[in-house]
């Protein structure tokens, strides 16, 4: 047993010793990773310093790889001839590589996406093209947030000044097309729009990128959203400047283009930077480290070591390096877990023309797939912050910086966060460990400076210079003309509507051009469901006039707020009392009169019952006691009873009864007060329950929504209904009424009917209002800014 123990230590030793040295005969001496990048372009000018920088660092580090050499073989593309550049991207697929870092381009990135899936290489691309998925293409790695986080910081930064229509210029290529898109999907979360949008070849002329601009200065929005390149879009702002169009009233907004190259450009001229004062841009956010800060003190020595002496580290650089870093890691744990790198070739890659592609060189790496299974699950801090991939194969908590370019410089002013999906000042590290909060009222930003250097927030809109004449359909009325209808003298439209309308106008800081287009013939109301349908058709950009918002003219067009409260109330013939000398008898009815006298005498024969044993003045002859109490009974109505009561009872039952007496003498006296001293009018309708259930004719005005209103609503029979079209056939109908041929009551608008009373005073107003409408006006898009 002494024996035996030892040896089992010294095997098992021996094993492991053994398991260990495999191991580490198991690692190449030299791995080769590529990278597909655009070397004079400012992004692949960076990627590949941050390249180099992280290769120096793993390399210098024996406990990262083991004594494993970590190399680089890069590939120079050119971005702007998408053919060429594809070419040679497929050439440089030959080289058997682990992985490759890039490419920058969208073209590029979607065309080796598919051989990378073929060769089962990890590519590791910074492109932020949002239809580069992990779902289409499993070996595409994004190691840069996507375009879908950033267009929804954009959307928000929009949503937050309140403006809903946005002009987007972009490069027309797979990167612009893609993020514009994107930008709309963000917007329409937000109801908000893009009015005009307007792409361009990267290669443009300086007279197209002009025509461009003239053509977005005709549009009515004045935010302005820029997603381009860097080359194209400064040229862009050089040209806008000297277009005025980066003044007072204009807003441009910058993805993160601008901020990259200013991060990088330490030497950008100061007229370029002089150019895009007030402009707003992104930056994806970098949380400020150690590790970070060592980077940056050491990127001066390695950017003049790769011949670009001219450019610092931005935001790519940083996930770049990390980028690198991340095949690194886990290529260790690659090799830890008994991975091997080896290559086969694919039989049904043959170049069967003999050209110069040669694709029968393209090997599929063996372990492709589990070395991406390795990097899927990285988990570490570096100079970009926490790198580790979320289900959808995107960076945990996006996040973005929204900057102002100011002086000669930029000035954050505010982040947002794919975490709470809000506008913060709070940098966005110091929110993960709380709940996100989502209220929309807990979003801020510190003031912005903006084009023409005010601190005041533009509109964002204007009417489009070019803009044709507003068209405005007017109801040319017959009756109530006071409040719209054409003037038969001058031909002009007058009336309280047109009065509103034009002091709205005159609110306004800028000149609006319309024409009034009259509606209806003059001789009879017009039907104001046509003229709304000829607006829905944009036939009319707009109507004024009394025009009743409903629930069902809002479906089919936009209103405006209400510039006045209506109603529909119900008009009936009155009937006045006539005073006669039997005036005192009609505060109370011929039942009350009754009752009222039953129980006098009631109350007088209780009374009795309860007093005549014991007392003497309740007794005597039988006629005498009935006399008493009548006497009694009705002595109480004046208090001048002479009698004493002496039982309890008897008191108690007379107290109540003098209360009461009380009561009706007062309700008596003040009844009879008013009908001798105010005259006395009455409806034959109290309200909206008698019109229901009558089977009397009723009117209503000419084009009002009364008529569907009364037949939907009301459930009134049309045949019921009679159209009136003036004042005058309103009061005739009403006299003649039911039975002669009229009608018993008139259903109209609040307004119509007070301006007819203030003529006709025989007819009044029965009930109350029974709905709560309003007059607007009919707009579209553009009109509805009026209010």
Aim: with cysteine.
């Amino acid at each position: 047993m002494g024996i035996a123990f030892p040896m089992v230590l010294v095997l098992s030793l021996l094993l492991y010793t053994n398991g260990i040295s495999k191991s580490l005969a198991a690692r190449p001496p030299v791995v080769n990773i590529g990278s597909i990048l655009q070397l004079n372009s400012t992004t692949g000018g960076v990627a590949a310093i941050a390249i180099n920088a992280a290769l120096e660092d793993i390399n210098s580090d024996p406990t990262v790889l083991n004594g494993t050499t970590l190399k680089v073989e890069t590939k120079d593309t050119n971005c702007f001839d998408g053919f060429l550049g594809m070419v040679q991207a497929l050439q440089f697929m030959e080289t058997d590589v682990i992985a490759i870092v890039g490419p920058q381009c969208s073209a590029i990135a979607h065309i080796i996406s598919y051989v990378a899936n073929e060769l089962r290489v990890p590519l590791m691309s910074f492109a932020s093209d949002a239809t580069l998925s992990s779902i289409q293409f499993p070996f595409f790695v994004r190691t840069a947030p996507s375009d879908l986080y950033q267009m929804a910081a954009v959307a928000a930064v929009v949503d937050y000044n309140h403006w809903k229509i946005v002009t987007a210029i972009y490069v027309d290529d797979d990167y612009g097309r893609n993020g514009i898109a994107a930008l709309d999907d963000a917007l329409t979360a937000k109801r908000c729009k893009i009015s005009y949008k307007i792409g361009f070849p990267a290669n443009a002329k300086k007279s197209e990128l002009i025509n461009l601009l003239v053509s977005v200065s005709y549009m009515e929005s004045r935010v302005i959203i820029l997603h381009t390149g860097g080359e194209p879009g400064l040229k862009l702002f050089s040209m806008a400047n000297r277009l005025n169009m980066m003044g007072n009233g204009y807003v441009w907004i910058a993805t993160d283009w601008l901020s990259a190259y200013l991060d990088a450009n330490s030497s950008a001229p100061a007229e370029t930077i002089s150019g895009m004062q007030g402009v707003l841009t992104l930056r994806p956010h970098i949380p400020n480290s150690k590790m970070k800060s060592n980077l940056i003190s050491k990127w001066s020595r390695q950017s003049q070591k790769y011949n670009h002496s001219d450019l610092r580290v931005n935001t790519y650089g940083f996930y770049v390096y990390d980028s690198v870093w991340t095949v690194a890691r886990a290529l260790d744990a690659f090799f830890d877990d008994g991975g091997s790198i080896s290559f086969s070739n694919d039989s049904r890659l043959r170049d069967a023309t003999g050209g110069t592609l040669h694709l029968e060189a393209m090997s599929i790496f063996d372990k492709g797939r589990k070395l991406l299974e390795k990097i899927r699950k990285v988990n570490f801090t570096g100079p970009s912050g926490h790198v580790q991939f979320d289900a959808s194969g995107d960076l945990i908590h996006p996040a973005y910086e929204i900057i102002n370019v100011i002086g000669n410089g930029m000035r954050t002013i505010g982040f947002w966060s794919n975490y709470s999906g809000l506008l913060s000042t709070v940098p966005p590290e110091a929110l993960y460990s709380k709940p996100p909060n989502t209220s929309l009222a807990n979003q801020q930003l510190y003031d912005v400076i903006w084009p023409g250097e005010t601190a005041q927030r533009p509109r964002g809109w204007v009417f489009p210079s070019n803009a044709k004449e507003l068209k405005i359909g007017i109801p040319n009325r017959f009756s109530f003309r006071e409040f719209v209808t054409k003037d038969n003298v001058t031909g002009s439209m007058k009336g309280y509507c047109i009065d509103v309308f034009t002091q709205a106008l005159a609110l306004l800081p800028y000149p609006v051009t319309y024409k009034f287009v009259p509606f209806g013939s003059g001789t009879e109301n017009p039907h104001y469901d046509k003229l709304i349908e000829m607006v829905e058709s944009n036939e009319l950009d707009g109507a004024v006039g009394d025009i009743a918002v409903t629930m069902k003219r809002t479906v089919n067009a936009d209103f405006t707020q209400p510039f006045i409260e209506t109603g529909l109330v119900i008009l009936a013939p009155v009937k006045r009392h006539i005073t006669t000398s039997w005036a005192f008898l009609q505060p109370f009815t011929l039942e009350m009169w009754c009752v009222t006298g039953l129980f006098f005498l009631v109350v007088g024969v209780v009374v009795w019952v309860l007093e005549h044993r014991i007392n003497d003045e309740f007794r005597g002859s039988p006629r005498q006691q009935m006399i008493t109490i009548f006497w009694f009974s009705f002595s109480t109505l004046f208090f001048a009873h002479r009698e004493n009561t002496m039982s309890t009872l008897g008191r108690g039952v007379l107290i109540i009864w003098l209360f009461v007496v009380l009561i009706i003498q007062s309700s008596y006296t003040a009844s009879l007060t008013s009908i001798l001293t105010v005259q006395q009018l009455d409806t034959s309708i109290k309200g909206i329950d008698d019109l229901k259930n009558s089977d009397a004719p009723v009117g209503f005005q000419v084009g009002s929504f009364a008529q569907d209103y009364m037949v939907n609503e009301l459930n009134i029979s049309r045949s019921r209904l009679r159209a009136l079209g003036s004042p005058k056939e309103y009061a005739k109908a009403l006299e003649l009424g039911p039975k002669k041929g009229g009608v018993m009551a008139i259903v109209d608008e609040r307004p119509y009917v007070e301006l007819f009373l203030s003529t006709y005073c025989k007819i009044a107003v029965a009930g109350s209002d029974f709905t709560s409408r309003g007059w607007g006006f009919v707009s579209t898009f553009k009109l509805s800014y009026l209010t």
